[in-house]
């Protein structure tokens, strides 16, 4: 099975600030890479997929790159509403795995 | 506008089963593979397993092979999820999704999940 891990595992930061969340693979998955944020007692929504590209109304300070192994999503100006846990996402192969989660709290 | 609703949840036994039925909507439901994905209190996300579009194939994550099977009725647009020899670790709120498209198993859409307790 393919581990995915992200870190850091909590983040804390202020409106305006440059955050970036990274993803590691333990075994190369191209590019194959979805990323979700999820807020308290809420289903995932999906940001972004196949490492790079943006979701469908997912705001554009919201971008992910990489590929192989590592990743990283970065919110270029973070925002109020962006507070939440996400979580990145190989479908490279069976089983599907998520990473363990970023908890992102807004000073 | 594309909509899954889960339900079916409660409470159960330890070694019951449950069957957690997806209502589908807003999509042509018989031309997206689906799948289900749990999180337990307080943890992170838990792929379960996804079926293709005809219901003729389908992948399991390795802890639930044997006691969970997933299974759909395109004619009636539903998904299912049939939980056998439930433990305690089962405990979670269960989550059908669909996958946007072919060879791309990642989720565009989430049901608003169903908890399940299993308890004696």
């Known amino acids: 099975d393919i581990q995915m891990t992200q870190s850091p595992s909590t983040l804390s930061a202020s409106v305006g600030d440059r955050v970036t969340i990274t993803c590691r693979a333990s075994?190369?998955?191209?590019?194959?890479l979805a990323w979700y944020q999820q807020k308290p007692g809420k289903a995932p929504k999906v940001m972004i997929y196949?490492?790079?590209s943006l979701e469908s109304g997912v705001p554009s300070r919201f971008s992910g790159s990489g590929s192989g192994t590592e990743f990283t999503l970065t919110i270029s100006s973070l925002q109020p509403d962006d507070f939440g846990t996400y979580y990145c996402?190989?479908?490279?192969?069976?089983?599907?795995?998520f990473g363990q989660g970023t908890r992102l709290e807004i000073k | 506008e594309v909509q899954l609703v889960e339900s079916g949840g409660g409470l159960v036994q330890p070694g019951g089963s449950l069957r957690l039925p997806c209502a589908a909507s807003?999509?042509?439901?018989?031309?997206?593979?689906m799948g289900w994905v749990r999180q337990a209190p307080g943890k992170g996300l838990e792929w379960l397993g996804n079926?293709?579009?005809?219901?003729?194939?389908?992948h399991y994550v390795e802890s639930v092979k044997g006691r969970f099977t997933i299974s759909r009725d395109n004619a009636k647009n539903s998904l299912y999820l049939q939980m056998n020899s439930l433990r305690a670790e089962d405990t979670a709120v269960y989550y059908c999704?669909?996958?946007?498209?072919?060879?791309?198993?990642?989720?565009?859409?989430w049901g608003q999940g169903t908890l399940v307790t299993v308890s004696s």
């Open positions: 075994q190369s998955i191209s590019s194959w």
């Open positions: 996402q190989q479908y490279i192969s069976y089983p599907i795995t």
């Open positions: 196949k490492a790079s």
């Open positions: 999704a669909r996958v946007p498209y072919d060879g791309n198993a990642y989720y565009d859409y």
């Open positions: 079926i293709n579009q005809d219901g003729s194939g389908t």
């Open positions: 807003g999509f042509s439901f018989s031309s997206h593979w």
